[in-house]
């Protein structure tokens, strides 16, 4: 991790001419602690505090109202010893409050602390696919869908020539010092790093639910064979089709897909031109870079969610004819509705959509809710939400794509 750090402080110079608030080598080399120097629980204990234990204690301890996200790329006992410790040595009130704020994103459950830590803190937000931790059930996990391709054989209609060592090659070892320290992999590649692809800001915010899906896939809430309450996980109903943790996509091929991995592999092109970019940004300078469209729907700026109220049979116009590219680029429209996002404890909405391949685009709800398996058999109450996404992509190189993500919240038909 220093060696890394060192090679980032090389060309963290270069990045500030393409964004702000790269923090300090320094900074990174002080934030970098050793966890429970053995396996599992039997690592843990009272008297077996560890550095990086300690770490995450101080970082939920710090005036700050925004969550502290966890993303566990093996075993979970270091984050088990510090809740250990909290419990010990708090009140149920400041458990509870220390609890309440840690989002956990697990690359499934890789020993046994994880099973462990659900058991014993129910109130606790964790996404994972409950698992054995030998390895042998991660080619179902919907977290494989990065780049899953031939090794794990689960992603059909997934575009590969962007998860490969040849194009990794050209577009991230050769980049500079930090780019001559990305491994060769032997398996696949960046199998962990679904778990912080939803934090970055491009416009989707799949952070704030998981059901929401984005960069590091969707999930459903509910609970699984075996644990003691509902968490965020894969599975559903498919009874309803989109109550599920699936998406159905378009593969290179033209064909659809269903399945958890497509949730990620969708955006792949995505995610991987924007990995090729910001290795750009640590060698070129400004003018010689690519930079992500800035977008703006309805005269709101910025990449948080837009939400609207919409009834049935009425248009809604969605205008991004302002977004701009920082570098003179053309700019690519596309509105779609993401039918299987949102549908947590409400109805699942059907919108159509008009001109979606034009800068100001037509929505008008159809049905407060789509219909299940078996049309008829379950009323439909109440009201209901849809999800429409607004991809723009630039025509440099690589390609570059921001979002916005448009709520909608579908009311019956006034009469």
């Known amino acids: 991790m220093h060696k890394l750090i060192d090679a980032y402080g090389e060309v963290r110079p270069n990045l500030l001419l393409h964004a702000k608030g790269w923090p300090t080598a320094e900074y990174l080399h002080v934030h970098v602690f050793s966890g429970q120097p053995a396996y599992g629980m039997a690592a843990t204990g009272s008297g077996k505090m560890s550095p990086a234990a300690e770490a995450i204690i101080r970082a939920a301890d710090r005036d700050d109202p925004r969550p502290l996200w966890i993303t566990i790329w093996g075993g979970a006992n270091t984050l088990a010893q510090a809740l250990l410790h909290v419990r010990e040595t708090r009140t149920a009130e400041q458990l509870d409050k220390f609890v309440n704020k840690l989002r956990v994103y697990s690359i499934l459950d890789q020993d046994d602390a994880g099973p462990w830590i659900r058991r014993e803190f129910l109130r606790l937000f964790y996404i994972v696919r409950p698992s054995a931790p030998n390895g042998e059930e991660y080619a179902y996990a919907t977290w494989t869908g990065i780049s899953g391709d031939i090794y794990y054989r689960n992603c059909p209609g997934a575009e590969g020539t962007t998860v490969t060592n040849e194009w990794l090659d050209v577009n991230v070892r050769s980049k500079g010092q930090l780019g001559k320290m990305y491994p060769k992999f032997m398996f696949i590649m960046e199998g962990d790093t679904p778990s912080f692809l939803g934090l970055i800001d491009n416009g989707l915010n799949a952070y704030r639910r998981p059901d929401w899906g984005g960069w590091g ?95 049935v049979g009425r248009p809604i116009v969605l205008d991004a004819s302002h977004s701009k590219d920082l570098d003179g680029n053309k700019l690519r429209y596309s509105w779609f509705v993401y039918p299987e996002a949102g549908g947590t404890d409400t109805n699942l909405s059907d919108v159509k959509i008009e001109d979606s391949d034009t800068a100001k685009a037509t929505v008008t709800a159809a049905a407060v809710c789509r219909a299940p398996w078996l049309p008829g058999l379950v009323p439909c109450r109440g009201d209901g939400v849809a999800h429409v996404i607004l991809a723009v992509t630039d025509d440099g ?9 448009i709520i909608l919240r579908v009311h019956p038909t006034e009469h």
């Open 217 to 311: 896939g969707r999930y459903v809430y509910r609970q699984p064979y075996g644990e003691t309450h509902p968490i965020w996980s894969q599975g559903g109903d498919e009874f309803f089709r989109t109550k599920a943790s699936q998406d159905t996509v378009t593969g290179v091929d033209g064909k659809r897909y269903t399945s958890d991995q497509a949730t990620i592999w969708r955006w792949r092109e995505a995610y991987q031109n924007d990995f090729a970019a910001r290795m750009d940004w640590t060698v070129k300078d400004f003018a010689h870079a690519n930079h992500n469209p800035v977008l703006e729907v309805n005269g709101q700026s910025g990449t948080a969610p837009i939400y609207i109220d919409a009834q």
């Open 397 to 405: 190189t690589p390609q570059l794509t921001s979002y916005r993500r």
